[in-house]
């Protein structure tokens, strides 16, 4: 009788402590998830309202679902650009900000973010998150795209320059070739420069992708043919009608763009590197098959460069891939390069590279590429990331100042003015 009471009382307790098991896991397992599913819905719909330009709309999901999770650093973002289209460009920097506080690698913040500045007239600082953006991702036709087409319309004269953004388009173009935005902005920058003929024939090109869906940006394209024809570049028009726009830009000494120029300011001293992992992807006894295996990317404007070295009182020539500041955004870019059948060695620490010196970055730029690749180098540009001094021509990635040796002496042969710094 003791025995069957016994059972019975262990049954009533297990029952009891199952129940509250299965409360527990219920409270820890499926309410989140349910809570997640719901902030997804609401995102999915901010979204959807977003691409269907129903910006109000957008800003209301977009605020639930921030109010949801408000470590949802991707709807700050979205939030932002709604913000944008109904051009209340405070909030948009205001949610931006945000966002880039919670996960401040955000090539598409930093690029919404350059935009707000801009269309707010605070142009050096435009041109800045754009420089940022390039350096998180170098691989964006769209970052290319957006810097070419403000530095065409931006209505200080001071901030534009053709040279720069044709270079920037061509980039552009390479990573989407049919895309009517890249070309429109191409054929922009060729008429700023005069060269009207090249002008007319890219527009016609960015036309031609368009001639099954005429709306009012196929109008728009079809409305700065007619201004390249009258030989005037768009800036005639765009800025011919933004002379009322209210600069928020403080007084103070003018950037003219600031990849070519200092602050007026002490240049940080710098005492250790910014970017000092890359990915080694192969080595080769000669500089000439290492070019050849690595220019078809390059021209893509990928950030991929070569070094020289003696290895083994050999000299070698090796090919680097980007550059990182942990080896945590190494290990991202390595996944992503292995989808792509990329072969390579490893994530390796070469913190020094060689700058050339003494050169004005958008006079200059162009002609000291071509310059350099004709001589069998491949340089590449890099932005000061703790102070945004200034833009950095750069070529190699090296472990010790004695590695780089080999290549700063045939530098020197080559009548450049090159310097060994940390990256």
């Known amino acids: 009788m003791l025995y069957i009471k016994n059972i019975i009382f262990i049954n009533k ?70 913000w944008l289209k109904k051009k209340y460009y405070d909030k948009a920097l205001i949610d931006l900000n945000i966002s880039l506080k919670i996960e401040p690698n955000q090539d598409k913040a930093l690029l919404t973010k350059a935009i707000a500045h801009f269309y707010s007239g605070n142009y050096n600082e435009a041109f800045i998150d754009l420089m940022k953006a390039m350096i998180i991702n170098p691989c964006s036709g769209d970052i290319y795209n957006e810097f070419s087409w403000l530095s065409l319309i931006c209505p200080d004269i001071e901030y534009r320059n053709g040279h720069y953004a044709i270079e920037m388009a061509l980039i552009a173009c390479k990573f989407h070739p049919n895309r009517a935005d890249y070309l429109k902005t191409l054929a922009a920058a060729y008429a700023e420069l005069g060269l009207f003929d090249l002008a007319i024939k890219t527009q016609l090109k960015a036309i031609s992708f368009l001639k099954n869906y005429y709306n009012s940006y196929s109008l728009k394209l079809e409305q700065n043919l007619f201004l390249y024809r009258q030989k005037k570049p768009i800036s005639y028009n765009f800025i011919r009608t933004r002379n009322s726009l209210k600069t928020t830009k403080k007084p103070g000494i003018k950037i003219p763009l600031i990849i070519n120029s200092f602050y007026n300011k002490k240049v940080c001293n710098k005492s250790k590197s910014d970017y000092p992992y890359t990915i080694h992807l192969s080595s080769y006894q000669t500089l000439n098959k290492a070019l050849s295996k690595a220019i078809d990317i390059y021209d893509n404007g990928e950030p991929i460069y070569i070094s020289l070295e003696n290895i083994n009182k050999k000299e070698n020539a090796l090919i680097f891939y980007g550059y990182y500041s942990s080896t945590k955004d190494a290990s991202i870019s390595v996944e992503k390069l292995k989808k792509r059948h990329f072969k390579m060695k490893s994530i390796v620490k070469r913190p020094y590279v060689i700058e050339l010196d003494n050169y004005d970055f958008f006079k200059n730029y162009k002609n000291m590429k071509d310059s350099l690749i004709a001589k069998k180098y491949l340089p590449y540009i890099l932005l000061d990331k703790n102070c945004s001094c200034k833009t950095r021509l750069i070529l190699g990635a090296f472990k010790s100042e004695q590695n780089a040796m080999p290549m700063l002496k045939k530098l020197v042969k080559d009548n450049f003015n090159p310097k060994l710094k940390l990256r």
């Open 13 to 82: 307790y297990l029952r009891y402590f199952c129940n509250y098991l299965f409360f527990v896991v219920f409270v820890i397992i499926f309410i989140p998830l349910k809570s997640k599913a719901i902030e997804d819905n609401w995102f999915k719909n901010g979204i959807s309202f977003l691409e269907t330009n129903q910006y109000d709309k957008a800003i209301k999901t977009f605020s639930i679902a921030i109010e949801l999770n408000s470590n949802d650093y991707e709807a700050y973002t979205l939030r932002a650009a709604a």
